[in-house]
């Protein structure tokens, strides 16, 4: 029986990109941006709405009295009032934090006192022990830039509750948006105050601890950059949230996109006054806390090349023509134990052999989960859309993947288990080119 020609991919044209760097625009800064605006309306409200005349409506002095109408106005303008200067607090709390962590980027190579942790699955952790406790780590991720922000910081809270519950366990309970800060200096910054709940270690002795945290995420199109923090917030006398916390996270993404992997660097750290309550235990916990999140950077690239494939169109199976041999390598697949074992793959339903196809995790939805069979091609093309690569896919054949040296991570378990599987393959499209 003729062998049916290899399957040309992206036959048809390919999907718009998705991704957060498809349009390239300039980058502006946040911080002077919004206190020119700020400034202006802050300058205007308060000449318009606070008069010398204005007394209280029940005063018996002398002077023009208030309608409750005018009584209401002015009470509504001062709450703006109030509201326009926390969100320039934040967004001074949000610059500041940003500052810091790339600072502690651009100087971690050459600054002392940080000592080498153990080292997990394809991190590298760091710890320095001070008046702070800082926390550092580094590696690359088999995802893009896009992808690691849309799985930290989701608009949507069950999105965000379900990610984070993937990535700390049962340590997290729940989060909530409180409010989202505007800012005008660009779309390609994002503000906003969240509460987050974490369990206790023993829900029946520990009660549970509740934060608030600002979170910002800014983006450099141009670069291919972006950094996302997370700060504790506290209360000042009148109740305000203008006030930095004890702690910071942060994250540096640099998109590479030749090598189809994001580098991201992790700071972390804590800073308990002298004169709190439980310090020490305070501290303790904390620490552990941020080097949990250090070793969670890999659950990262997991979660996002799971999410990756379950976000691709799939194809009905009754669609496909199947003719006996495998779509990728062209070797027959009929259910004979002479012959390779016969697969259908998720995503395009041909039948492909198992050194064509690898058993992937596929989250269809947020918190869904399956075992599924993909070929070495649907995986490659989802790879290049989600870098934005796919004219690259277009005139050469697609191979399956080999292990990153670069990172150890269970999410390059999209590579063969072994090279001679890989060289057959090749010299098998190869041939058939």
């Known amino acids: 029986m003729a062998s049916r020609p290899r399957r040309e991919f992206l036959c048809s044209d390919p999907p718009p990109p998705r991704g957060l760097f498809a349009h390239s625009h300039s980058h502006h800064s946040l911080s002077s941006s919004y206190s020119s605006h700020s400034t202006a309306s802050l300058s205007s409200s308060s000449s318009s709405s606070r008069t010398p005349h204005a007394r209280s409506y029940f005063s018996?002095?002398?002077?023009?009295?208030?309608?409750?109408?005018e009584s209401s106005a002015a009470s509504s303008s001062s709450?703006?009032?109030?509201?326009?200067e926390d969100d320039h607090a934040l967004v001074a709390l949000a610059t500041a934090a940003c500052a810091r962590v790339e600072h502690a980027r651009a100087t971690f190579a050459s600054s002392a006192g940080w000592k080498a942790r153990s080292e997990g699955a394809g991190v590298r952790v760091f710890e320095r022990r001070g008046a702070t406790f800082d926390v550092a780590a580094s590696t690359a991720l088999p995802c893009s830039a896009t992808e690691v922000l849309e799985l930290l910081s989701s608009r949507n809270s069950d999105d965000f509750n379900a990610s984070m519950v993937a990535l700390a366990g049962d340590a997290f309970a729940h989060a909530v948006t409180l409010r989202e800060v505007p800012t005008p200096a660009s779309p390609d910054v994002h503000l906003s105050v969240k509460r987050v709940t974490f369990a206790g270690?023993?829900?029946?002795?520990?009660?549970?601890?509740?934060?608030?945290?600002?979170?910002?995420?800014?983006?450099?199109?141009r670069a291919r950059t972006a950094i996302r923090t997370f700060h504790t917030?506290?209360?000042?006398?009148?109740?305000?949230?203008?006030?930095?916390?004890?702690?910071?996270?942060?994250?540096?993404?640099?998109?590479?996109?030749?090598?189809?992997?994001?580098?991201?660097?992790?700071?972390?750290?804590?800073?308990?006054a002298a004169t709190t309550p439980?310090?020490?235990?305070?501290?303790?916990?904390?620490?552990?806390?941020?080097?949990?999140?250090?070793?969670?950077?890999?659950?990262?690239?997991?979660?996002?090349v799971r999410r990756r494939l379950g976000a691709a169109d799939?194809?009905?199976a009754a669609d496909d023509v199947a003719d006996g041999s495998c779509a990728g390598c062209g070797q027959l697949v009929k259910g004979s134990l002479l012959r390779k074992k016969k697969h259908v793959c998720y995503i395009c339903s041909h039948h492909v052999c198992g050194s064509c196809a690898k058993a992937q995790d596929v989250e269809t939805l947020i918190g869904v989960i399956e075992r599924a069979r993909v070929c070495c091609m649907c995986i490659a093309a989802a790879r290049h859309r989600a870098f934005e690569t796919l004219e690259q896919l277009q005139d050469r054949p697609v191979y399956?993947?080999?292990?990153?040296?670069?990172?150890d991570l269970s999410a390059t378990s999209t590579a063969v288990d072994s090279t001679a599987s890989y060289a057959r393959v090749a010299v098998a499209a190869s041939a058939r080119g």
Do not use: N, W
């Open 278 to 304: 439980g310090k020490g235990l305070r501290k303790a916990a904390t620490a552990q806390a941020l080097l949990k999140l250090a070793r969670a950077i890999p659950k990262m690239g997991e979660i996002s």
């Open 233 to 272: 917030l506290a209360r000042d006398a009148d109740g305000r949230r203008g006030r930095a916390g004890d702690v910071l996270a942060g994250y540096v993404l640099t998109e590479q996109t030749a090598l189809h992997q994001t580098a991201v660097f992790y700071y972390g750290s804590c800073a308990l």
């Open 79 to 84: 709450t703006a009032d109030g509201r326009q």
């Open 400 to 407: 399956l993947l080999r292990p990153s040296a670069m990172s």
């Open 314 to 316: 799939t194809a009905d």
């Open 60 to 69: 018996s002095s002398g002077g023009p009295h208030r309608s409750p109408l």
């Open 201 to 221: 270690a023993l829900p029946l002795v520990c009660r549970a601890k509740t934060v608030e945290l600002l979170d910002f995420v800014q983006v450099d199109r």
